[in-house]
């Protein structure tokens, strides 16, 4: 569950003098604050990560020998302000032979964690991975193994998506938790449910096959549009 259950971010509002503007937040920066603002949590050996230059790009690489660590920060992040998350992701190899909605293939060669806490009430604590799929299509969404009622699994890319190419991708959160956990019947109550994030994670895992995995993430930023 808890390999499942991560991460976070919060928000930046800048005042100009005709009102409220809502900045675009990025939560990572790689070129100026490298790894500083994040926190290494291991479940199962230690993934690899560092900040470097990769294809014309400063980014993440992670790499994963049989092993299942990530990287998580904790930031609030209102979605009604910046629901959208965008970010760029790379990978050189996949995980063949697996079959990920089983516990056994519960592994990705790159996925960006969002989470919502639940606080004492752990059971409310609800958490959406965008995955990179060696083995489902692109769009697909399934129940986490470990955790099918608190985290739910989404292949923003698939089986069919290149290696060694960058992409660029672009999420509305809040649009895709009310999809993914379920519609509350009214604006006031979806808002209760899911207006908040408090935690994003990255994680290249490949414990679960005993496998390697190679991949680099760009820069993830949270956006107004």
């Known amino acids: 569950?808890?390999?499942?259950?991560?991460?976070?971010?919060?928000?930046?509002?800048?005042?100009?003098?005709?009102?409220?503007?809502?900045?675009?937040?990025?939560?990572?920066?790689?070129?100026?604050?490298?790894?500083?603002?994040?926190e290494a949590k291991e479940f199962s050996?230690?993934?690899?990560?560092?900040v470097m230059?990769?294809?014309?790009?400063?980014?993440?690489?992670?790499?994963?020998?049989n092993s299942a660590s990530g990287l998580v920060l904790t930031q609030k992040i209102d979605l009604?302000?910046?629901?959208?998350l965008n970010w760029s992701w790379l990978i050189e190899k996949k995980l063949t032979g697996l079959n990920e909605r089983e516990k056994a293939g519960d592994d990705f060669v790159a996925r960006i964690y969002v989470v919502i806490e639940g606080g004492f009430l752990v059971w409310k604590t609800k958490s959406l991975n965008y995955v990179w799929s060696s083995n489902q299509p692109k769009g697909q969404s399934w129940n986490n193994p470990?955790?099918?009622?608190?985290?739910?699994?989404?292949?923003v890319r698939g089986n069919e998506s290149e290696t060694g190419k960058w992409y660029q991708e672009k999420r509305n959160v809040y649009q895709d938790l009310i999809d993914i956990f379920g519609d509350k019947g009214s604006d006031k109550e979806n808002q209760k449910s899911y207006q908040y994030i408090d935690v994003i994670a990255i994680m290249t895992?490949?414990?679960?096959?005993?496998?390697n995995a190679e991949s680099y993430y760009g820069d993830i930023i949270f956006t107004q549009q």
């Open 1 to 38: 569950m808890f390999k499942g259950i991560f991460i976070a971010v919060g928000f930046i509002l800048t005042i100009i003098s005709s009102g409220y503007v809502f900045a675009s937040i990025n939560i990572t920066d790689w070129k100026d604050n490298g790894l500083t603002q994040w």
């Open 45 to 50: 050996g230690n993934s690899l990560y560092k």
């Open 53 to 65: 230059q990769y294809k014309d790009k400063t980014s993440l690489q992670a790499l994963s020998d």
């Open 80 to 84: 009604l302000d910046n629901p959208y």
């Open 146 to 155: 470990f955790a099918p009622s608190n985290v739910k699994m989404m292949s």
């Open 205 to 211: 895992d490949s414990d679960n096959s005993g496998k």
